[in-house]
C-alpha cells in the first residue's frame, strides 16, 4: 500500500535536492537523498565507489539506500539521476508513494552544474557518469545521458519542469502534486472514505459512516495534518447532542476544541453573523494553523467555511455535516458564502475543506421537515447525473425513509461520490460539470427570493424547480415524457412538493434574472435529457419560461 | 516575438486534441490542430500520404502546416506526435508561444488509443507510425517509439502528466502553464512593465509610468483580458481627477465604468463599507466577468480587493495605486484586507490582481505627510532586500524628494520589481521570503494597534519599527552598527519619524503578541544583517524587546 513518501527523480542539476528539502519542510516532513545514504553506508565517496568497482555494483547500492529509506514515513525523498532507470526501483517507488519527476533542459542543468562545481552538495557526488568523453563538451555529454534516460523519468506520476522556477516555486509544485495525487490514495484501503475530492491545490477525503462523530472526528483531524487547535461553530439546536461530541473527540485526540453558536436559521448566514465569529476568533487568538469545524447544516457550514476562507486570509476548515442536505451537497466542493438582502449566498468564497466527516446516524434526530427537504439534493443527484441511483430510491423508498442504517450510509456516501466526482471535474464551476448541479436551482433560488427566504426550505424550492425544469425541458423536446413522469413520482414518493402558493409568479421571474449564474445576461438552464442525464441550454424560450414558473402556481 | 500561443506537444493519445480544444474555451481563444491542416491543405487523409510518400514528405507538409497556423494569435495548436522532433519546428514553436508537452504512460495510451479505434477524431489519421511490427504487442510498439522520441517532448517549457486527470483537470492545468509562463513573455518588450508577478494560478504585469492613467488605463484592460464592465472603488478625495481619469480611460476604450466613492481613511477599511460595495455590486447586478477597479491608496486597494474576492466567490480585480506606499508595496502582491476592531487586517484573502498601473505623476498631488509616510516601504526594500537601492536613496535624495520625473519613475519601478520578485518566490507567506518583507512591522503595527489607528500613518509607525528593529538586531550582534546608522540617516533624510510619543510602551508589547503573524505564540522577528539583506529570527530575547520598545519614546 502506498504511504506518505513522495520520490523526486530526475537527471542531476534539475534541483532534486534543494527542491525535496525545501518541499519537506512545506509538508511538515522528513527529507532523505539516496545517495547521501549510500555514502553514509559505505563510507567511501560516491566518486570512489564508481572507480573502485563498476556501475553494476553501485546500482546495488543504491537500491539498498532506496530499501532502508522505504522504512520511514512522511518523508520526501531526492533520488540518484540513474536510479529511475532499473525496473525494481521504480516498482519499489510505484508502491511506497507518489514519485514525481524534476526536469530541466539540458542548458539549464549545465548552467546548473557549472555554477555548483566544488559545491559539497550531496548530489555533485554522483556525477561520475556526465564526465564528457573525449572530443564532446559537457553540454553534450548531457544532451547525450539524458535523452538515454528520459523514457524513465517520463514514467513518473507527475513532472515538474524546473528551468523557469526557483527553488522555492518548484518546492510548491513538488507539495502540490503531493497534496493533490498523493494524499488520494492514502485513503484507498479505508472503507469510511466515500469518495476523495481532487482540487487544483489538494485532495480531500469525505468520510461517510453511522454513528462515527464521537468515534472518528478527533482521530481524523490529527490525520488530516492538523496540528493546532479546533473552533467549532454550530447552532445552537445542534450543539447538544452533536456540538459536544464533535468537541469531545477531538479533546480525547489531544485537540483543543473551543465552541461557538448561532441562533439556527438562514438569518444567520449573514455579514453580521460572520463579523461575530471574526471577533470570537480574534478574542481567541485564533492562528493560521488552527482550523475552524462546522458541525451542522448548510448554514454552519456556510459561515464557518466563509469564516475560515478569510480569517486571517485563510485557515483550514473541516465540515461534520449533520443534515442529508449538507451530507449530500453542501460540504463538498469549497463553495461557502453568507447572504446579502439583495441576494443569497452572493458573498463567499471558493475554500475547499480539508476532510468532510459525514455522519448519518445524526440524520435521525433531523425534524421532519428538514430530512424531507434533503432529499431533493439526493433525488437531483441521480435524477442529473446517476440513473443508478433513481433505482434504488424508486425501489428502497420504503428503507430510505425509514433510515436503514445500512442502506441510508450506503445512499449517502454513494451521493457524496457523485459530488465530488462533478468537483473534481470543475472545483470553480468555470466548466460544464458543476453547471449540471444547478438542475431545479434556476426556479429554486428565484422562488427563495421571491417568497423571502424561510417560507420555502432550499430542498422544497429546488423540488419544484425540479418540477418546472422537467417542464420546460419537455416543452422542448429535450426532456421525455417518462424522466418528467418518475421524477414526479420520487418527489411525492420523498414527500417534496412540487407546486408553490402565496409568491407571485412575476416575482419570481424578475428574480431569476438576478440570479449570480447568469453570464452577460443570459439564464443558462440545465434539462434532463433522460433519467440520470442533464444537459445545459442556452436558448430557451423566455415565453414558455413563463408558462411554466406560472403553471407551477398551486391552484 | 512570442505571441498569444499556446503548442501542445506529445505522443498520440496524450490527449492533445481534446485538452487543446477544452484549454482554448477556457483561455477564450481559438483551437487548431497541426493534423487536421495538413488534410485540409492536402486533400489527402494522412493514412494515405504516409503509403504514397515517405516520412519525410508528411514532415515538409507538417512544417508547411505549423507555419500556417503561426499567422494566428490567442490560439490553442494540438501538433502531431512526431512534430517536436524535429528542430525547426521546436525553433518555430519556442519563438511563437508557450510550448507544453502533455504525457502519459505507455499503459494509459494504450487503451486510451484502443478505446478510440473506429473514432474519426484527427488525431486517430495520425498513427500509421504507430503499426506493431511483426511479433510486437500494441503496447510494445508505443512504449519503444514514446521511448525514442521523449527526449524532444522533455524540451517543453511545461510538461503535464494526464494518466490521472479528466480532460477538464488536463486542460485546466493547460490553460494554468500558459498564465503562469506564457503571458509573463508577451510583456518583454513592453518599457512600461517593471516587473512581473508569477503566482500559482497567474502572472500579471507591474505596468509603471509618468501620466499613464488616461493614455493606458482602457487598453491595458481589454489587453489584460477583461471582456466585461469596470466597477472603480476610491474614495472621494482621489475621485477628482484620478477616479475621472481613469473612468474616461477606461470609457474611450469601450469599456463600460461605474464609480463607487467612500470617505477617505482607514476607517472605512471596515466590514461595514465592504458590505456597501457589495450592495452597490449587487444592485448593478454585476457578474463574474466584470472587474472591481481600485483607483487609489491602500485603503482602497484593500478594500476593492477584498470585494473582488469575496463577492459572487471571486472576480477580477485591477490596481491603479496612487500613493507611495500602494505603487511600490500594497497594490503588488494580492494580500486583500479590512480591520476589526480587534486589529487591523483581520479579515481579508490573498487575491492576485490581473494588472497593477501605477501612475507616478499622482504622487505630485500626494499631501506632504503622505508622501512621506511612502517612502518608509521603499526604504524599506532597500535596507532589508537591496542595497543597490540604498545608494540610490542616499545619492539621489534631493531629486528624489522633489519627485524628478524620470528618476522617481526609474525608482517606483525598482521598488516594484523588488516587491514582485519576493512575492513571485513565496505567493501566500509560506516560506521565508515573504516575510522579510514584513522588517520594521512587527513593532510598526502594534504601535498603531496601541495608538489607535490614524495617531501615526502606516509608513510612520514602521519607519519607527524599522529603528527599533535595528536596535534589536544591534543587541543580538547582529545588525552591523553601520547599517543601523545608514538606515537612521535615511529615515532622517526622508523626513521619517523613529521614536513615537503619546502611547504606553506595554500597550505596543501587549498589541505585539497579537499579530497575525504569531505562530504557535512565538514572534518571529525580520532582523539586518547588513545593508539590503535581512533574514529571520526567532530566539530574540523578550528583555531586549522590551527596553528596545521603551527606549524608542520620544522624550
Redesign the interface.
Known amino acids: 500500500m502506498p504511504g506518505a513518501r513522495l520520490f523526486l527523480t530526475g537527471f542531476s542539476g534539475a534541483g532534486k535536492s534543494a527542491v525535496g528539502r525545501?518541499a519537506a519542510?512545506?509538508l511538515g516532513w522528513e527529507f532523505a537523498d539516496t545517495d547521501e545514504a549510500i555514502v553514509k553506508a559505505d563510507g567511501r565517496p560516491i566518486p570512489r565507489i564508481f572507480a573502485e568497482e563498476d556501475e553494476a555494483g553501485f546500482r546495488r547500492r543504491e537500491r539498498d539506500a532506496l530499501r532502508g529509506i522505504l522504512d520511514r514515513e512522511r518523508v520526501v525523498v531526492s533520488t540518484g539521476g540513474g536510479l529511475p532507470l532499473d525496473a525494481e526501483n521504480r516498482r519499489l517507488m510505484e508502491g511506497a508513494g507518489l514519485v514525481v519527476a524534476l526536469?530541466a533542459?539540458p542548458e539549464t542543468i549545465a548552467a546548473r552544474l557549472a555554477g555548483a562545481q566544488g559545491g559539497a552538495r550531496a548530489e555533485s557526488m554522483a556525477r561520475p557518469m556526465l564526465r564528457p568523453e573525449q572530443g564532446e563538451s559537457a553540454l553534450e555529454r548531457i544532451a547525450a545521458l539524458?535523452?538515454e534516460r528520459?523514457?524513465a523519468?517520463?514514467?513518473?506520476?507527475?513532472?515538474?519542469?524546473t528551468?523557469?522556477l526557483?527553488i522555492?516555486?518548484a518546492a510548491?509544485e513538488a507539495a502540490?502534486a503531493w497534496r493533490r495525487?498523493g494524499a488520494a490514495a492514502l485513503h484507498g484501503g479505508d472503507s469510511h472514505v466515500a469518495a476523495i475530492v481532487?482540487g487544483?491545490?489538494a485532495a480531500y477525503p469525505i468520510v461517510v459512516g453511522w454513528d462515527i462523530l464521537e468515534a472518528q472526528t478527533g482521530q481524523r483531524f490529527v490525520e488530516a495534518g492538523l496540528r493546532?487547535r479546533a473552533f467549532l461553530v454550530c447552532d445552537q439546536n445542534v450543539l447538544h447532542p452533536y456540538g459536544r461530541l464533535v468537541q469531545r473527540s477531538l479533546t480525547a485526540a489531544g485537540v483543543e476544541a473551543h465552541l461557538f453558536t448561532f441562533p439556527p436559521g438562514e438569518a444567520s448566514k449573514s455579514?453580521t453573523m460572520?463579523?461575530r465569529v471574526?471577533?470570537w476568533l480574534?478574542?481567541m487568538?485564533a492562528?493560521?494553523?488552527d482550523a475552524t469545524v462546522a458541525v451542522g447544516g448548510g448554514v454552519a457550514g456556510d459561515l464557518a467555511g466563509f469564516a475560515a476562507?478569510?480569517?486571517?486570509?485563510?485557515m483550514p476548515v473541516v465540515h461534520a455535516p449533520t443534515t442529508l442536505t449538507a451530507m449530500v451537497d453542501s460540504s463538498i466542493g469549497g463553495?461557502?458564502?453568507v447572504d446579502?438582502?439583495?441576494?443569497k449566498n452572493?458573498?463567499?468564497?471558493?475554500h475547499q475543506p480539508v476532510l468532510v466527516l459525514a455522519d448519518v446516524s445524526a440524520l435521525t434526530t433531523l425534524p421532519p421537515r428538514e430530512l424531507r427537504e434533503g432529499w431533493a439534493e439526493a433525488l437531483k443527484h441521480g435524477v442529473a447525473l446517476d440513473a443508478g441511483l433513481v433505482e434504488v430510491y424508486e425501489s428502497q423508498a420504503d428503507a430510505l425513509l425509514a433510515l436503514e442504517p445500512e442502506l441510508t450510509t450506503e445512499v449517502v456516501a454513494r451521493n457524496a461520490a457523485v459530488k465530488a466526482r462533478v468537483v473534481?471535474?470543475?472545483?470553480r464551476e468555470?466548466?460544464g460539470?458543476r453547471t449540471l448541479l444547478n438542475y431545479g436551482h434556476t426556479i429554486g433560488h428565484a422562488l427563495e427570493a421571491a417568497s423571502g427566504y424561510g417560507r420555502y426550505l432550499h430542498g422544497e424550492a429546488v423540488a419544484i424547480g425540479m418540477t418546472g425544469a422537467a417542464r420546460i425541458g419537455a416543452a422542448h423536446g429535450v426532456t421525455p415524457g417518462e424522466a418528467v413522469e418518475r421524477q414526479q413520482a420520487l418527489l411525492e414518493r420523498f414527500g417534496l412538493p412540487s407546486a408553490y402558493d402565496v409568491v407571485d409568479s412575476a416575482a419570481i421571474l424578475d428574480a431569476m434574472t438576478?440570479d449570480?449564474k447568469?453570464?452577460?445576461g443570459a439564464v443558462s438552464w440545465v434539462l434532463l435529457d433522460g433519467v440520470g442525464s442533464a444537459s445545459i441550454h442556452r436558448n430557451v424560450d423566455a415565453e414558455t419560461v413563463r408558462e411554466v414558473v406560472e403553471g407551477l402556481r398551486a391552484g
Chains 1, 2 share one sequence.
Open positions: 525545501r519542510a512545506l526536469d533542459r539524458k535523452r528520459q523514457w523519468y517520463a514514467l513518473a506520476a507527475w513532472t515538474i519542469q528551468d523557469a526557483s522555492e516555486q510548491h502540490r495525487l481532487v487544483g491545490e493546532g455579514l460572520a463579523g471574526y471577533e480574534a478574542e487568538r492562528e493560521r494553523r476562507a478569510t480569517y486571517l486570509r485563510g463553495k461557502t458564502a446579502l438582502d439583495a441576494g452572493l458573498v463567499g468564497a471558493f473534481t471535474q470543475d472545483e468555470t466548466g460539470a438576478r449570480k447568469v453570464s452577460a
